[in-house]
């Protein structure tokens, strides 16, 4: 089946009577809309009733029940700047009824909130910086937290598929406020203060025989030299995937619990090192879902080699592509057909609120040229 997907958020769709025809008339049948979703200012330049969302924190798009959450540290929160108790539960039900296909985007371990709240849970590079926007999968408590959230995301809601992001563990770069970080480190060194440092980290990295306090040390050392001389770095990196790999069978088993002739997606990433939304996938990852979703907004061949690469583990490579900033309108038609020759399957647009008028008609052409 030809398939191309539009990435939506739950204020797209609902107070707009026109969102469903502009949709089927791009030529897209699958809307994927963010079913929990991090902190965000949102321009919204087709709705009739507001042009900026402010979510000034990372939410869950349905009803936070207290039962499910009581004696946890780590609770979602609803979004407080909806006046609908279930915005994509109603917003799935608008979309089915349009006859459209929905999908559930669910972020994961991207909560600044709750790592604000619970440093001990979030990230923490070799130098004890803490990343507050990153929850930490070595940890239990985030592990039970992300299933948990998944699955109430998806409690009593048809959806046709389901799009995990953030399955595994963010780093160094995030976008916060006023940025000022940019061209400070090299990319080695990225990678290197990515790695985390907290406790339960360090706790796998002994079990696997190392000693943790010297890998620290080698960390600090490599970042400040520019050198990647770091001994143990592939039993730092197998710690790192067994916590995903742990993170991806409790969310997956709580998904297919409520979800169970859903779609899995999963955003990832060939390199094994990556970080971020769209983590470095384990050698396991790829035959643990329906699709690997890779990103793919630069349009320059690196794109489809990232692509064929993830084509290489997985049977069915979803293409993420943008028709917003930086992204190039005229190079994006020879883009998406580099990817599809590459071995890309799937095709996901971003992002049908963001997109203003004059940018619509890219997501119709990229649709019309994918079917």
């Known amino acids: 089946m030809v398939r191309v997907a539009g990435h939506a958020y739950a204020w797209d769709v609902l107070g707009d009577p026109d969102f469903v025809g502009r949709v089927h008339d791009l030529g897209i049948g699958t809307v994927t809309v963010a079913a929990a979703y991090h902190s965000a200012r949102a321009a919204t330049p087709l709705h009739p009733s507001h042009q900026v969302v402010l979510a000034d924190h990372a939410a869950l798009y349905r009803p936070v029940r207290a039962d499910v959450w009581a004696g946890r540290r780590l609770v979602p929160k609803s979004p407080q700047w909806m006046d609908e ?56 408590e985030v592990r039970s937290y992300a299933a948990t959230l998944a699955g109430e995301a998806l409690r009593d809601v048809p959806v046709d598929e389901v799009s995990l992001e953030a399955c595994g563990q963010l780093g160094l770069t995030h976008l916060c406020h006023h940025e000022k970080t940019d061209d400070a480190w090299t990319a080695e060194a990225n990678r290197l203060l990515s790695v985390c440092c907290c406790p339960a980290c360090r706790t796998a990295w002994r079990a696997a025989g190392l000693d943790d306090g010297r890998v620290v040390a080698e960390l600090r050392a490599a970042v400040r030299s520019g050198q990647s001389t770091v001994e143990g770095l592939g039993a730092v990196l197998g710690a790192r995937h067994a916590a995903t790999d742990a993170l991806r069978a409790e969310v997956l088993a709580a998904v ?64 993420y592509v943008t028709v917003l900033p930086p992204a190039d309108a005229a190079a994006l038609p020879e883009h998406v057909r580099r990817l599809r020759a590459a071995g890309a399957t799937r095709l996901s647009l971003y992002h049908l609120g963001l997109a203003p008028q004059w940018r619509q008609g890219l997501l119709a052409d990229l649709a019309k040229g994918w079917s």
């Not at 917003?91 to 349009?98: D, F, G, P, Q, T």
Request: with cysteine; aromatic share 8%; charged share 15%.
């Open 85 to 140: 108790p279930d915005p994509f539960g109603t917003s799935a039900v608008i979309l089915r009824r349009a006859g459209l296909r929905v999908g559930a985007w669910i972020v994961l371990t991207h909560n600044t909130r709750l790592g604000s709240l619970y440093p001990d849970v979030a990230v923490m590079n070799c130098f004890g910086d803490r990343y507050p926007y990153a929850l930490c999968p070595s940890h239990a």
């Open 256 to 319: 297919r619990s409520a979800a169970p002739d859903a779609f899995v997606t999963v955003h990832g990433h060939p390199d094994p090192w990556a970080t971020g939304a769209s983590p470095g996938l384990t050698p396991t990852a790829a035959a643990d879902v329906d699709a690997v979703l890779v990103p793919c907004w630069p349009t320059t061949p690196a794109s489809a080699d990232l692509v064929a690469r993830t084509a290489a583990a997985a049977s069915t490579v979803d293409v």
